[in-house]
């Protein structure tokens, strides 16, 4: 014997998708060619397509010609030139259906394609796929009613997080969902790298089921920085991985001040108090005192500005201390 390998099947997901981009009007005037989108979000890989919902009001039937494009360009003909002058469509398409169809072609009944929709296998879904009625012949015209699509995917396994830039002070809790996609084959354990020294990762649920959404709580957050989480996943079979940017704000640093200077003498008895603006403050603190531990104070003062000159004079030949407090969102810094 060969060596034995084993594999696991992926999860199939089938949903039915109509076109908004309905009615288009195909113009009784020459021989136009029309055209009608439908944008799926759904993503994997396709296991099976089928037209549903295919609704045209035109005269002479025979005139028109139908073809499928999917996003990564391929092109399928489905209905070409039939039922001389019978008039409308309704009708359904899949490579199972029946290979007659009638005249008129109405009814809702599901018939073969002239071309395969197989062909559409393996192909991503995501993105525009695009239904064309060439009209070969002048005189009669009509409207593209409706039309849809039955398709069926191996889902990706793949995770996401939201949301995926997240801010907080430090030493808060940070939180964020986590979606698991309905390509795995069964319960997620997940892990964590990139975290702050010390944090600690909470989800719930613990093992999240394919498809499901779980919360994850980060707390134990110290060191302002900003951190590329690594979020990995894996079922055994299926693994997969994203990434979250966890920014943590701390304090803003100390703020450097200008004048008077440390130690000035000779300063004006009404001096203009300048420092330097501080990139995390959002407001500051200016206190001057008598006193260098700050027991009492001669002016304080909160301000949004970088200077501030007193109303009232100080006293001759009298040491004062001054300090500067930046605010910011996450705490403040003398």
Known sequence: WSDTFSFTTGAEDCSNQPSTNVPVTIPPVGTPTISSTLNLAVAGTITDVNVVDLMVAHTWVSDLTFT?????????????????????????????????????PVGGGTYKPVQPLSTFN??????????TISDAFDEDGGSLNSWGLEICVIADAFVSVDPAQLAVCEGETATFELDVSSGFAGPVSLTFSGLPAGAVATVDPAMPAPGQTATVTLENLSGPGIYTVSVDATDGPSSASTELSLQLV???????????????????????????????????????????????????????????????????LTTYYWRVTAIGECGETV
């Open 250 to 316: 701390g304090a803003p640093p100390a703020t450097f001040l200008s004048l008077p200077t440390d130690a000035a003498v000779d300063v004006d008895l009404l001096p203009a108090f300048t420092w330097q603006s501080n990139p995390g403050a959002q407001s500051y603190l200016l206190e001057v005192s008598e006193d260098p531990a700050f027991g009492s104070f001669v002016i304080f003062q909160p301000t949004n500005n970088t200077t501030f000159t007193p109303l009232l004079a100080f006293e001759e």
């Open 122 to 131: 393996g192909e991503n879904p995501q993105g525009v796929w695009t239904l």
């Open 68 to 104: 499928l494009t999917s996003p990564e360009g391929t092109s399928v003909v489905l209905l070409a030139e039939i039922c001389e002058d019978e008039n409308n469509f309704d009708l359904n398409f899949d490579d199972d259906g029946a290979v007659a169809i009638p005249c008129p």
